[in-house]
């Protein structure tokens, strides 16, 4: 955003202001103000004109200029109204040079998630996928992807959602005791590298948000049925933050994980290449790795499929 016109919504998220006292304190021309407020209003912000100014009467944009303005966290915004995967785009931009990028889309239309599984994405939902060069080795990627899921699962907790996580990606809401769960979120990670560095990484994240639950494949489940419709500028702004602050602290990634962790403790059985795993879920390893105790022995699990079973 423009910085002079961040610089007019600061002032308005003050309070009003009329646009002689904007063009003084921000040592610009009347008639810029009114451009800048025009952009603004072209931008969607509500900015009324009443008898003490400009007044900003609400933020209800759902685009770029709306989740960057208050966003504290180092993001941009690449924001689409529909695109095939914003996954898709991030890697182009990523490809490009790009860093620090969020790609954010009303609704995707080929939006994919692990295994090339299909994902619906309609609008109403919050698709965002996050362009970043972090640096660390391959092996710890995969704490992106549970730093993802901890701040997914942390803004939908603060919507009222009683949002868990289930190994490796998924955020998931409980359905009873016994380890059965609704599907409320996804996350993709996608990188490139070296052997001993990564290039670039993209954390695609999918989020059933504003959408009703029949009408999504069995077994989802969305923001608006298990609370209420969310105000998705500040939804996204919340994810974003909560995953600068894990990105950057990455030895809080693990036990931040493990305190929402619905897998932990679970029956599961693990579809990996090496060969099906079944055992309990005892615990998460440093590096994202799940540990499966089975009848035999303690099984190590990097990546795979895991399905929570009814306890035996």
């Given at each position: 955003m423009n910085e002079t016109r961040r610089a007019v919504l600061e002032a308005l998220a003050d309070g009003p202001a009329s646009g002689p006292d904007l063009a003084e304190s921000l040592d610009i021309s009347r008639a810029a103000v009114w451009k800048h407020i025009e952009a603004l209003r072209e931008a969607e912000f509500a900015i009324e004109s009443g008898p003490n100014g400009y007044e900003l009467a609400a933020i209800e944009?759902?685009?770029?200029?709306?989740?960057?303005?208050?966003?504290?966290?180092?993001?941009?915004?690449?924001?689409?109204?529909?695109?095939?995967?914003?996954?898709?785009?991030?890697?182009?931009?990523?490809?490009?040079?790009?860093?620090?990028?969020?790609?954010?889309?009303?609704?995707?239309?080929?939006?994919?998630?692990?295994?090339?599984?299909?994902?619906?994405?309609?609008?109403?939902?919050?698709?965002?996928?996050?362009?970043?060069?972090?640096?660390?080795?391959?092996?710890?990627?995969?704490?992106y992807t549970l730093a993802a899921s901890v701040a997914t699962a942390t803004a939908a907790r603060e919507a009222g959602v009683d949002a868990r996580i289930k190994w490796p990606n998924d955020v998931v809401v409980p359905v009873g005791d016994d380890g059965d769960y609704r599907k409320l979120a996804g996350i993709l990670t996608e990188m490139e590298g070296q052997t001993d560095r990564v290039d670039w990484l993209v954390v695609g994240i999918g989020i059933n948000a504003n959408l009703d639950a029949d009408a999504l494949p069995e077994g989802a489940t969305t923001v608006r049925d298990e609370a209420d419709d969310v105000d998705r500028r500040r939804f996204v702004q919340r994810l974003l933050e909560e995953f600068e602050r894990y990105r950057t602290d990455l030895e809080a990634v693990v036990p931040a994980w493990r305190d929402l962790a619905l897998t932990l403790g679970q029956r599961v059985r693990v579809d990996r290449p090496a060969g099906e795993i079944v055992g309990d879920a005892v615990d998460v390893t440093e590096s994202g790795s799940l540990v499966v105790e089975t009848d035999d022995d303690r099984v190590t699990v990097a990546a795979g499929d895991c399905e929570h079973l009814r306890p035996v």
């Open positions: 944009a759902y685009n770029a200029p709306a989740v960057e303005f208050e966003l504290e966290a180092p993001f941009s915004i690449d924001y689409h109204d529909s695109v095939g995967s914003t996954n898709d785009r991030a890697r182009e931009l990523a490809a490009d040079g790009a860093a620090d990028v969020a790609v954010l889309a009303d609704e995707q239309t080929g939006g994919r998630g692990r295994l090339e599984r299909e994902w619906a994405a309609p609008s109403g939902g919050v698709w965002v996928s996050v362009v970043t060069r972090p640096d660390i080795t391959p092996a710890q990627a995969p704490l």
